[in-house]
C-alpha cells in the first residue's frame, strides 16, 4: 500500500482513484490523487462526509457545483491563479497564457501554481491546457504520470 495514503484525514474511492482529504477545523484543506494502491479511510467528521458526498456528485454530474468550505494557504499570486481557475465553468477550458494574460503575468508561474493547487476538482486545474496540447497536470506530485487523469476529467466534463 501507498505510504502516502495514511498521511490524510480521510481516503475515499472515486472513479480516478482514491483521493486523500484532509480538514482543520471547520475546512477543507488537501485534497490528493492517490492513484489505485490505497484503502479507504473512514471519514471521520461531518465535513469530510459532505466533502465525499459533493465529490461523488461531481463524479455523477460534471455540471455539479461545489458548495464546501475551504482554506487556501499560498502566496498573494498563487491564490490569485486559484481564484482564476476556480471561476473557469465545467465544460471549458482556458489557456496557461490565458491566465497569465488575465494576471499580468507568464505561463510558467501559472502553471507552477496549477502544480501546487492543493485542492484540485473545487479548484479545477485540470481545465487549464496548453496553447496545443493538455499541457501537465498535478506536478508537484511527481513519481507518477497523472495526465490520465486530466483526460478522464476533461472527458467527464464533455471538453475532449
Known amino acids: 500500500m501507498n505510504p502516502n495514503c495514511t498521511s490524510f ?4 474511492a472515486s472513479p480516478v482513484g482514491f483521493l486523500g ?3 482543520h477545523a471547520d475546512a477543507l484543506t488537501r485534497i490528493e490523487f492517490l492513484g489505485a494502491d490505497c484503502l479507504p479511510l473512514a471519514l471521520s467528521n461531518p465535513l469530510l462526509r459532505e466533502a465525499a458526498a459533493q465529490l461523488a ?3 455523477a454530474d460534471p455540471s455539479f ?3 464546501l468550505p475551504y482554506r487556501l494557504e499560498g502566496t498573494e ?3 490569485r491563479v486559484w481564484a ?5 465553468p465545467s465544460g471549458e477550458v482556458r489557456s496557461y497564457a490565458d491566465l497569465a494574460h488575465a ?11 496549477c502544480g501546487a493547487n492543493p485542492l484540485p476538482l473545487l479548484i479545477p486545474c485540470h481545465r487549464v491546457v496548453a496553447a496545443n496540447g493538455l499541457g501537465g497536470f498535478n506536478a508537484r506530485r511527481g513519481g507518477q504520470d497523472w495526465l490520465p487523469i486530466k483526460r478522464w476529467l476533461l472527458t467527464h466534463e464533455h471538453v475532449l
Open 9 to 12: 484525514d480521510a481516503v475515499i
Open 21 to 23: 482529504l484532509s480538514a
Open 57 to 59: 456528485a461531481y463524479f
Open 65 to 67: 457545483r461545489f458548495d
Open 77 to 79: 499570486f498563487r491564490r
Open 84 to 88: 482564476q481557475i476556480a471561476a473557469i
Open 103 to 113: 494576471l499580468y503575468s507568464a505561463p510558467r508561474p501559472v502553471g507552477g501554481a
